[in-house]
């Protein structure tokens, strides 16, 4: 029997020939749903794979038991964008390893791929960072640290946000966070949705920002360094936010 690992890319259809191939031997489907908020629906997702799927938790995918089922059956773990991003998802190929379990990786493409469209060349990106929802008594600014670490070596920040973070929100943290720092906020990207019909790039200071309701989950922030004037030229021509 073995375990799949299944990237989906970045919309419902983008699923590869070879990941459906997997599907269709599979006795279960599970669906880790706990780490990003999905620009369609589960039901959107089982008209395309013609399958039942299973939302998968934090606790499931971490207790390591998806590999158990695929000791007796075939199992597919279902991984929003690439399916190897998470640490998760590497330590269960090495349980598979340590106990003799098959298994297969399906690649795709993730929002590491598509933040290319803004014109940022992808060699220039510094370490990610993520951004958490802030809480009463729990406002973690570490995320902004990283930013000021590739800034002191010119590469760009890619900024993942949380789950269920509003982009209003957001833009408060990113601001309180980049006062600590004493960080400079100057214009910024914000990608909504790559790959889908929905998706979006936007370039503008946050001052341009604040009131603009029309972003949406899923979504992450770019704070780029210093721009070649190739990659310059590119991104300017997002600065236009249409109403």
């Keep these: 029997m073995t375990l799949y690992l299944i990237g989906l890319g970045l919309n419902e259809r983008s699923i590869t020939k070879e990941g459906l191939d997997a599907i269709n031997k599979c006795k279960r489907v599970y669906l880790e749903s706990y780490t990003v908020d999905f620009p369609y629906t589960k039901h959107q997702l089982e008209e395309i794979i013609l399958k039942k799927v299973i939302p998968a938790s934090r606790e499931k995918v971490e207790d390591l038991s998806i590999v158990d089922e695929a000791k007796k059956l075939n199992v597919a773990l279902l991984v929003y964008g690439s399916p190897l991003t998470a640490t998760t998802h590497i330590t269960l190929l090495d349980e598979c390893r340590q106990t003799g379990i098959k298994y ?26 993520s951004m958490p929802a802030w809480k009463k008594s729990f406002e973690p600014t570490s995320f902004m640290k990283i930013v000021q670490q590739n800034m002191s070596q010119e590469a760009h920040s890619l900024i993942l946000v949380d789950i269920g973070l509003q982009f209003k929100d957001a833009l408060k943290q990113l601001r309180k966070a980049a006062e600590e720092y004493n960080i400079p906020l100057k214009k910024f990207i914000v990608c909504q949705k790559m790959g889908t019909k929905d998706r979006k790039i936007l370039y503008r200071s946050i001052e341009e920002f604040r009131g603009y309701d029309g972003v949406q989950l899923p979504y992450c922030i770019i704070l780029p360094s210093k721009m070649h004037f190739v990659e310059k030229d590119v991104v300017e021509s997002f600065s236009k936010i249409k109403k």
């Excluded at 493409?109 to 598509?114: V, Y």
């Design 104 to 129: 297969k990786v399906c690649y795709n493409a993730s929002i590491f791929d598509a933040v290319a469209e803004t014109g940022l060349q992808l060699y220039k990106f510094g370490k990610v960072a």
